[in-house]
């Protein structure tokens, strides 16, 4: 079984930043992916960004330039810079871990971005 722990949401104003951490615990397989995921209020759940074990990355066209994703595969741990946030990315940011045909997520962690 694998656990995900985020930290990190909060409030901050439009424009403002915030690190999102993730660490993973149990049994994790060297080889995965590790990403973000956001919900807003009435939507879908969506993919802000992913990287594997090897390091590559994937955004969303929204976020690309303003949010960086990286890990510290010793610690199995995933971070999500963002900056210059929008009000329209306020939501419960969960972390999301694949590996095996398995999937897990935390229990997320909110983001709000005032005007």
């Known amino acids: 079984q694998v656990q995900l722990v985020e930290s990190g949401g909060g409030l901050v104003q439009a424009g403002g930043s915030l690190r999102l951490s993730c660490a993973a615990s149990g049994r994790i397989l060297s080889i995965n992916t590790m990403g973000w995921y956001r919900q807003a209020p009435g939507k879908q759940r969506e993919l802000v960004a992913s990287i594997t074990s090897r390091g590559e990355t994937a955004y969303a066209d929204s976020v690309k330039g303003r949010f960086t994703i990286s890990r510290d595969n010793a610690k199995n741990t995933v971070y999500l810079q963002m900056n210059g946030l929008k009000p329209e990315e306020t939501a419960v940011y969960y972390c999301?871990?694949?590996?095996?045909?398995?999937?897990?997520w935390g229990r997320g962690t909110q983001v709000t971005v005032s005007s």
């Open positions: 999301n871990l694949k590996h095996d045909f398995s999937a897990y």
